[in-house]
């Protein structure tokens, strides 16, 4: 962690000058010229002028107006949108950078069109309708914005409330006035000069805010960064950086950002997104932080700056948190449905350096009978960090490595990095600066910053052509060496620069459209990651679902593939920080998301490294990593009891993989994460709010994680009314209360919810795609009244066909002693055919009262037995539950067992 | 019992067979009992796997491959119908997709010979690790008794070269009161003359220091230089001030010696201190770097390469730092080996110097030098054996001692200058043969604390270095000792001796230089059985933790040969029908 390197708000003259105003401080804005247009409400925002000002208006311009816009979509979701008067006599001549690509293409299709606003009689006040029970309320003097339930009229979010909001509007540069920023040696020209925007948004009814990722903390909640009882904390960062040895609990920005942030409360959640791309500073406020006696527990207000771009915000209503999550889902997309070989275990480090070193590691997991799926290589695999190249030394034969492993039903993934060799015999190179397809320096030359593969040059990814591109140099023919089982790791998208201003690009670098880099710098990884799943795609014919990590990412990003938290190190607290890390991730759309098992840099202690498998077997994106300074740390190399426990960390998550590939599915669809915070379950239970250490997977699973070196017993909080049962040993516990439990060493505690099934595969195998025909075993953990429920989705685990109907989706119900599966089959989706002769083996029934024999299935009319079986198959397993053995029904037909 | 139907055969090792003939059987662990109809019939009762040899239902089952042809082997029974064949007789995929052919009878062939080829290497390994043996059990003993032989004969020196020491101190003191007189005589005489001389002399002076530093820069040789020229200097110059001149210069020697190595140990500290200060010391001064600088100076955090990288000069202090920090390891490596030459030179330059004088010994010593000097590790032994066993040198010594200590005559002033000579010179070497004879004892002490296996089978590993070029390194590695990986004329201590693992067939070097931002490097040779000391496949799989192989006849063991020639037996034995071995 290099502080010094890093910018300070107080370093930052936006940040530092907003920060520093005080409510109702700043001259009054005032809405005016309001109208209905194309379905939008329009309106001119004008500063107030002081009596004073109106006498001295002479020589001082008149400011021109803010253009606001106000529109209505589907489900509950305002967008606001404010920003220059470029039709104004005096407009700047620049645009000011609006995020393209981030919002889907089809949310304009959702837009409500607003027939007319309605006004109080004094026009003091406009009012539109949001949704059912929700409103918009537009405040003329002084201008605020409010979302509210209608007949209470009891505020959900509003904008401006504290009069902070200040948008300092392009001008032209007065005569001896100084634009640069200096920074550490760096110099950032400005020829824009000062730009910024700042507001305050206060959630209604929050208990806690969540979300605006990524920041390491052991915390989900947002804690104060400002006001009483808050000693010295920078504001929350969103800005894009390449951190060494970053802080397991730190404001400060890492990799990527999503200016999303979510509220919640016993009256219910609400959300709020700027998107927006500059760097972006956010406090969230202490009660009490504006002097104001009423400091009541019922609101917490946050205070949002940027330093370019324009207000385009998303107000989302809820009022569950479930809802708030499809709000912002249905502006930035779901989760890019991954292929089911990128769900299971990956095996990364940098770095496997030869054929030799793959090939032992390979047969290393054979040996020990221990299933991975992906085997990465980091960027010294490349012929002098030139991507799309090999090391021919080291790598003399690609293609056969990856066919052997392909043999075994296994994948490769190899580095691909944005920075590109400056080097002429290059051809990437060379056709990228004959193309012109670099970013540009400020003076307009290819920009040239030094990283990996030292002086190197950055493709400018805004400009579609430059995608189009790129994404070509993934194909089989461009792509020497490359096989159809090779996948992308896009690392260093931030993008890293190692000699630029905090190890990023300057600001005043210039893209596409003459965009400066400071206006998008936290979408540029984006757009990188985006090209490369473009590039995948295309390989594919369309056909094949490309699988790419990127590091970097903004809002939308779960569009393109997965990410992960970079390059965390092995201590016991960043394993405590990765779960808020990744919940906060999976709360603002990036569902698919992993810290590196075992921590990047440094070596773990083999009891942090099994703790850390046994909790990222939990993790959506499961793959360990490690810096190339550290000890080798395959799970087999700690001798045979650690050997063992890994093993089994990574068959319970080879035997979830059916659960977490339906959970994926769901995820895609409808931006529920797959790892989710306790109280997106549990919505009324105060007791969720703040935990930071235990997460739910799906509905059905409980994890608290083991963060503490020998520790003995932990306290788990077990919410709702009803019981759950622990995965180890089938005990119940009940719900609603903290349960004090001994810890072990082969397991982290895991439950399963009463009233759930989850289905599972209890055979295990070298890799998932020896796993297709494999039979299942359904976990039914039956509820007070003897009922469970449960889901299973399974397509081809590669292919597109899923979206014309290649697919099974299965409902199952357990009630009144009988377990009913039946299909939730979109009608409308059966151009393709999915089949699959997989049966059911096992069924497992937890909470059912002893004394059922026998089982019959219908239809057939077959008996078949039950007796009592252990959880999991597994040496010294007791019998805990009631088993009905092989019934063999085909997973695919509908069915039912009716027990007796 | 009824017979087991061919089904639920599958899977089982034959010797397990009876186990499974009972109609109701027991789960191994004793967890419980399944029917016979439940063996094979893919749903898993014994969480052990038992009831599920044939099949994958079990977690922890295990599958028989019978392999006829090759070796029956065991395979998890994950791999059991999961479309990869695994079982050269595809045997562990009866029902999937994968269409395994028969490769036992081939692969066995090839499995067959190459385990030929083994025992025959292991055979002829096993005769010449006997002779090897033999050999080294009979070097030991000798060892042994040189050194009983040299410590009765460091007595017998300790005591002569104390009676010298005495006579010299009668002498010194004698000769001091001399002088002193004389001085005073002199002095009023000399006064005079050397008002008017000073201005000359001064210059003098500063010329000959000029000359001494300019000798002092050349380089490894310089002090040596400066020894010999100042022994000679003494030499030709003092007739009456060579009292000094050999202790002096034994002690200059020794002074350098010193002086060196505190220097490594200072520069070594000064390193490690640094080290740290770098990570925290960089605010403010990567702004005079350059660009590229700066870049280099950033990525360097991630990969500890950076300094190597950084052959720009670059005018930043924390790259000075880092600089320094790898040009002092440099210098260090470069240092303790050239402190070795300079103390092995050193001993050369003795022994020219008392030879130029006195060549009485010559053969004695020169030779047994040698052996010394050519390296502990380098030449059979370090001892010489001609003086060792020879009976007469010391006898020799003790009689010309002798004739020297009675032909000096205490009584007579002045002090008869050639007779006190005699007797410095013969303190000198004495007591230099006495200190030589110490080392001796020392190491050969230290060789024979040494643990060289069960047999003493590495026994000869003491003296020897072995030697593997791979790529642009070459590693050696010096068992008992060390090993370096060299790369042209830097070189990289890899690890110092630590012992032996796993019952003599890993040799483990530890502590070798640091890696920047890493552990200290490490080195552990796995031995195999092979007719020659041959070293290969070094590698570094984790980051400065290197491995290598080695073949050598010291791990031909008898036991592992039976184990072979049972295994190559069984594979004989169990052809499949209708193929004849050619054997």
């Known amino acids: 962690w290099k502080k010094d390197e890093f910018r300070n708000c107080n370093q930052t003259p936006f940040c530092k000058c907003a920060r520093t105003r005080t409510p109702h401080s700043l001259p009054r804005l005032i809405v005016s010229d309001l109208l209905i247009s194309d379905g939008h409400l329009t309106a001119h925002l004008q500063p107030s002028l002081s009596s004073e000002d109106d006498v001295s208006a002479g020589d001082t311009p008149h400011p021109r107006p803010l253009v606001l816009r106000l529109s209505v979509y589907q489900d509950g979701i305002l967008r606001l949108k404010i920003d220059e008067d470029y039709s104004a006599p005096s407009a700047p001549s620049k645009q000011r950078f609006e995020v393209p690509d981030v919002v889907l293409p089809d949310f304009e299709d959702r837009r409500l069109w607003l027939p007319r606003v309605s006004s109080t009689e004094d026009g003091s006040i406009s009012s539109l309708y949001l949704s059912d029970g929700f409103e918009v309320v537009l405040r003329h003097d002084p201008f605020e914005i409010q979302v509210r339930r209608k007949r209470s009229n009891d505020p959900i979010i509003s904008l401006n409330s504290h009069g902070l909001f200040e948008f300092e509007q392009l001008r032209e540069k007065k005569e001896g006035e100084d634009w640069e920023e200096r920074f550490r040696g760096h110099t950032d020209t400005r020829p824009h000069g000062p730009q910024s925007i700042s507001f305050d948004v206060s959630f209604h009814g929050a208990e806690f805010v969540y979300g605006i990722p990524e920041h390491a903390s052991t915390s989900l909640a947002l804690r104060a960064t400002r006001g009483p009882g808050v000693d010295h904390s920078e504001p929350y960062r969103l800005f894009n950086l390449d951190v060494f040895e970053y802080l397991h609990d730190s404001p400060f920005g890492l990799y990527g950002s999503i200016p999303f942030m979510l509220s919640h409360g016993l009256k219910g959640s609400a959300g709020f997104f700027w998107l927006n791309a500059a760097e972006m500073q956010i406090d969230v406020l202490a009660p009490g932080w504006d002097d104001s006696a009423a400091a009541g527990n019922d609101r917490i207000d ?277 779960v808020p890390m990744i919940l906060t991730l999976g709360l603002t759309g990036i569902s698919f998301s992993g810290a590196d098992v075992g921590g990047f840099f440094g070596n773990p202690e083999p009891e942090l490294l099994v703790r850390w498998y046994q909790l990222a077997a939990y993790y959506p994106f499961f793959r360990a990593h490690a810096h190339h300074d550290t000890k080798r740390r395959e799970p087999w190399l700690f001798g045979e009891r650690r050997t063992a426990l890994i093993r089994e960390a990574i068959h319970i998550r080879y035997s979830l993989l059916p659960y977490y590939y339906s959970l994926f599915r769901k995820a895609s669809i409808s931006g529920i994460p797959i790892m989710r915070p306790l109280w997106l379950e549990f919505p009324e239970d105060k007791k969720t709010f703040d935990n930071s250490e235990a997460f739910m997977i799906g509905e059905g699973i409980l994890v608290q994680g083991i963060y503490e070196e020998g520790q003995k017993s932990v306290s788990v909080y077990l919410p709702g009314e009803q019981s759950w049962y622990n995965m180890r040993n089938g005990a119940a516990y009940s719900g609603g209360q903290t349960h004090k439990l001994e810890v072990f060493e082969d397991s982290i505690p895991s439950f399963q919810k009463a009233g759930s099934i989850v289905p599972r595969k209890y055979r295990f195998r070298r890799s998932t795609t020896q796993m297709a025909n494999d039979p299942y075993t359904l976990v039914i953990a039956l509820n007070s009244s003897l009922a469970a429920e449960g889901e299973l989705y399974i397509d081809d685990g590669k292919s597109y066909d899923f979206e014309q109907g290649a697919y099974i989706h299965r409902r199952f119900v357990f009630s009144n002693g009988k377990l009913t599966s039946s299909t939730i089959h979109s009608a409308s989706l059966r151009e393709k055919k999915f089949s699959s002769s997989c049966t059911v083996e096992r069924i497992i029934l937890l909470g059912l009262p002893s004394g059922a024999k026998k089982a019959v299935i219908e239809p057939g009319n077959h008996e078949t037995e039950i007796e009592p079986g252990p959880l999991t198959l597994r040496g010294g397993a007791s019998s805990v539950a009631l088993v009905i053995r092989k019934p063999n029904v085909r997973i695919a037909d509908d069915w039912t067992i009716k027990v007796l | 019992a009824t017979p087991i139907p061919n089904k639920q055969l599958l899977g089982i090792d034959p010797q397990d067979l009876s186990f499974y003939k009972s109609n109701v059987i027991k789960c191994k662990d004793g967890s419980k009992k399944f029917a016979k109809e439940l063996l094979n019939d893919e749903f898993c009762d014994c969480p052990d796997g038992t009831d599920e040899p044939g099949t994958s239902a079990c977690p922890e089952g295990k599958f028989y491959c019978q392999n006829a042809g090759h070796t029956p082997i065991k395979i998890f029974s994950s791999r059991v119908n999961d479309g990869v064949c695994d079982c050269c007789d595809g045997s562990d995929e009866y029902n999937s997709n994968a269409n395994c052919t028969n490769t036992c009878w081939e692969a066995g062939k090839v499995a067959r010979e190459k385990l030929k080829k083994k025992i025959e290497t292991f055979k002829e390994g096993l005769i010449i690790r006997k002779e090897e043996v033999e050999k080294a059990n009979k070097a030991y003993a000798k060892d042994e008794a040189d050194l009983a032989k040299l410590k009765s004969d460091e007595k017998v020196l300790k005591e002569l070269v104390q009676k010298l020491r005495e006579q010299k101190e009668r002498i010194d003191k004698l000769e001091e009161e001399e002088r002193l007189k004389k001085e005073k005589e002199e002095k009023s005489l000399r006064e005079e003359e050397e008002k008017s001389k000073e201005q000359e002399i001064k210059a003098d002076e500063t010329q000959n220091f000029d000359t001494m530093d300019n000798h002092e820069q050349d380089g490894s040789t310089g002090n040596l230089d400066i020894a010999v020229e100042s022994g000679n200097d003494n030499m030709v110059e003092s007739k009456k001030a060579s009292t000094q001149t050999a202790e002096q210069h034994v002690g200059e020697g020794h002074d350098d010696t010193l002086e060196s190595s505190d220097g490594i140990s200072q520069d070594g500290e000064i390193s490690s201190y640094e080290v740290p200060k770098q990570d925290q010391d960089d605010s403010g001064s990567t702004e005079e770097l350059s660009r590229e600088e700066l870049g280099r100076l950033v990525a360097s955090r991630w990969t500890s390469e950076g300094a190597d990288q950084t052959t720009d000069k670059i005018g930043n202090v924390e790259e000075d730092l880092m600089d320094q920090d790898s040009s002092v390891a440099h210098e260090h490596k470069g240092y303790t080996s050239e402190t070795d030459d300079d103390r092995e030179k050193d001993d050369d330059d003795d022994d020219n110097f008392e030879d130029d004088r006195d060549d009485e010994f010559e053969d004695d010593h020169s030779s047994s030098d040698a052996s010394y000097i050519a390296d502990e590790y380098e030449k059979p032994d370090p001892l010489d054996s001609i003086e060792v066993s020879s009976p007469t040198w010391l006898d020799k010594i003790q009689q010309t001692v002798q004739s020297v200590l009675q032909a000096f005559n205490f009584f007579k002033t002045p002090v008869n200058v050639s007779d006190a000579t005699h007797i410095r010179k013969e303190y000198d070497d004495t007591s230099s043969k006495l200190s030589k004879m110490q080392s001796r004892i020392s190491s050969l002490t230290e060789k024979l604390k040494r643990d060289f296996g069960k047999e003493k089978e590495f026994y000869f590993f003491y003296d020897q270095c072995f030697e593997s070029k791979q790529n642009k390194y070459v590693y050696k590695i010096c068992p008992f000792k060390q090993a370096s990986q060299d790369e042209g004329y830097s070189n990289t201590r890899l690890g110092s001796w630590d012992n032996f693992e796993e019952s003599y067939r890993v040799m483990v070097f530890n502590n070798g230089e640091k890696c920047w931002n890493g552990p200290d490097r490490s080195l552990k040779v796995r031995l195999r059985c092979g007719l020659k000391n041959e070293i290969s496949d070094v590698d570094e799989p984790s980051r400065c933790e290197y491995t290598a192989l080695m073949s050598t006849p010291a791990l031909c063991l008898e036991d592992k040969l039976k184990e072979l020639e049972k295994k190559l037996e069984q594979m004989n034995t169990r052809k499949p029908q209708g193929h004849h071995d050619e054997l």
């Open chain 1, 302 to 578: 946050t205070f949002w700056m940027s330093e370019a771009g324009i207000v385009d915000t998303f107000f989302f209503v809820g009022p569950g948190p479930k809802d708030v999550l499809q709000q912002y889902a249905s502006v930035t997309g779901t989760l890019a449905m991954p292929q089911e070989f990128a769900i299971a275990y990956h095996q990364c480090r940098w770095n496997y350096r030869d054929e030799e070193d793959v090939a032992t590691v390979d047969a290393g997991f054979d040996e020990h009978d221990i299933p991975y799926d992906v085997l990465w290589l980091d960027i010294e695999h490349t012929d002098g960090k030139r991507y799309f190249t090999w090391d021919r030394v080291l790598f003399p034969n690609p293609e056969e490595m990856q066919k052997k492993l392909a043999a075994k039903g296994r994948h490769m993934v190899t580095i691909v990095d944005p920075h590109i060799k400056r080097d002429d015999s290059y051809y990437v190179h060379k056709e990228a600066t004959d193309k012109g397809y670099y970013v540009k320096d400020a003076t307009g030359k290819d920009f040239d910053g030094w990283c990996w593969s030292g002086s190197s040059s950055y493709p400018d990814t805004l400009n579609p052509e430059v995608r189009e591109w790129w994404a070509e140099k993934f194909s089989l023919k461009n792509y020497g060496g490359s096989t159809p089982s090779l996948y992308i790791w896009n690392d260093m998208n931030e993008p890293s620069v190692f000699n630029g201003p905090e190890i990023s690009m300057p600001r005043d670098a210039l893209h596409f459209g003459g965009v400066e880099h400071r206006e998008l710098h936290n979408v540029y990884g984006l757009y990188f990651h985006m090209a490369t799943a473009d590039g995948l795609l295309k390989r594919g014919n369309g056909k094949d679902r490309p699988f790419v990590l990127s590091r970097a990412f903004f809002a939308g990003s779960q569009r393109h593939g997965a990410i992960w938290t970079g390059d965390n190190s092995a201590d016991w607290d960043q394993l405590r920080s990765s």
